[in-house]
């Protein structure tokens, strides 16, 4: 069982920036594509970003692209979502998932909502961001 940690959320000003990293403590994440995803309050769960196995092809929601950029840090063994201009909309508890398949699931970030699971397999418990003066 891959666990999954989330970390850096926090309050954060509106047009201000946040990093948040996602760890798999006791294992690697080299051979699973990577997602991040949101639940705001009185919402349903949406897909924010997926990056490959490699780090070699990456994935955003139209809500995020331009102010989101997700990574990987192999030497920290970490997949990071650096989020910039944040918006109060974006507040949500976003989680990280995980798939042992070197792509992300072969949909736009909108309609991975309508695979199993959103494609993913392991999930983290996540980690709350509030957008908010």
């Known amino acids: 069982q891959l666990q999954l940690v989330e970390s850096g959320g926090g309050l954060v000003q509106p047009g201000g920036s946040l990093r948040l990293s996602c760890a798999a403590p006791?294992?690697?994440?080299?051979?699973?594509?990577i997602g991040w995803f949101r639940q705001a309050p009185g919402k349903e769960r949406e897909g924010v970003s997926c990056i490959t196995s490699s780090g070699g092809s990456t994935k955003y929601a139209d809500s995020v692209k331009e102010r989101f950029t997700i990574s990987r840090n192999n030497a920290k063994n970490t997949v990071d979502l650096q989020m910039a201009s944040l918006k109060p909309e974006d507040t949500a508890v976003y989680y990280c998932?995980?798939?042992?398949?070197?792509?992300?699931?072969?949909?736009?970030?909108?309609?991975?909502?309508?695979?199993?699971?959103?494609?993913?397999?392991?999930w983290g418990k996540g980690t709350l961001v509030t957008v908010s003066s």
């Open positions: 006791g294992n690697t994440l080299d051979y699973y594509a």
């Open positions: 998932a995980a798939v042992y398949q070197p792509e992300c699931p072969p949909v736009t970030i909108e309609t991975m909502s309508l695979l199993p699971n959103y494609g993913m397999d392991y």
